[in-house]
């Protein structure tokens, strides 16, 4: 599993990456589908020229390999043939690739969610075609979907992320902000942050100690469900039936009394 993992980083390297200049959509999709599997990239996103250049640099080859600062990354590593013998080149790449070692897994789980809110792929078809498990790129979505752009945290990890998923945006701000600020270790008097398993230990001793009713959670569950995207992408007849339906029911409810 580290060995797909490690080639699925070199294929998607250096999109989406603060500080470097906007890329296209068609050089990130091509990046990170290889750029070599030209029947997989045409399928999804039509005829990409591979001589594309950017400002920062960025080029992709016709076997899928990125050129970068002056370096060329391939599946299997950075290729002893063409390496930079500048520092400064040597030292940007470097920022990248950490940067983009601890992003991957929402780079692409919002890069799924955007494809498929524009109908261009099926997340079963992209596992499928880049060796992936689906379930891996489901949990990379579901996690993207809802943990809100402006509440990720940048020092917690995808899995702290992950954790709080399931919760409203509120909550999930509360605990990831708790686990950011962590505890003061006692000998250096320094904040350190909590671990996936410290912050799965509080949340856990907190909603058992206030068990959700499945009325309750049920009715947080369809809340989190109605959202203005979703909403608008019903036919008109779909938004009068479930609006129809909803009213059914707090008219069911009012029918019963408040008393």
Known sequence: MSNRRNRDRDKGALRNIKDLPRVSYEEAANAT??????????????????????????????????????????????????????????Q???????????SIQWLIGDWLLYGENNKWGETQKIADE??????????FKYVAQHVNFSVRTENLSFGHHKLVAKLDAQEQQFWLEKAAYGDVNEETQLAQSWSIGRLREEMK?????????????????IDKEITKRK???????????RHQYLLSILSRMEDWGFD
């Open 33 to 90: 589908y290889g750029g070599g599997k030209s029947d997989v990239v045409n399928q999804w996103f039509g005829d990409i020229d591979p001589s594309t250049m950017t400002e920062s640099g960025i080029q992709i080859d016709d076997d899928g390999a990125i050129k970068a600062y002056d370096f060329r990354l391939t599946e299997v590593g950075l290729d002893p043939e063409n390496m930079s013998l500048d520092r400064e080149n040597w």
């Open 92 to 102: 940007q790449l470097g920022q990248v690739l950490f940067r983009f070692d601890k």
């Open 130 to 139: 880049m060796g992936y498990e689906v379930k891996t790129l489901y949990d």
């Open 205 to 221: 001793g907190k909603y058992n100690a206030e068990e959700e009713s499945t009325f309750d959670r049920n009715l947080r569950r």
């Open 231 to 241: 909403w608008q992408r019903l036919s008109p007849d779909e938004r009068l039936k």
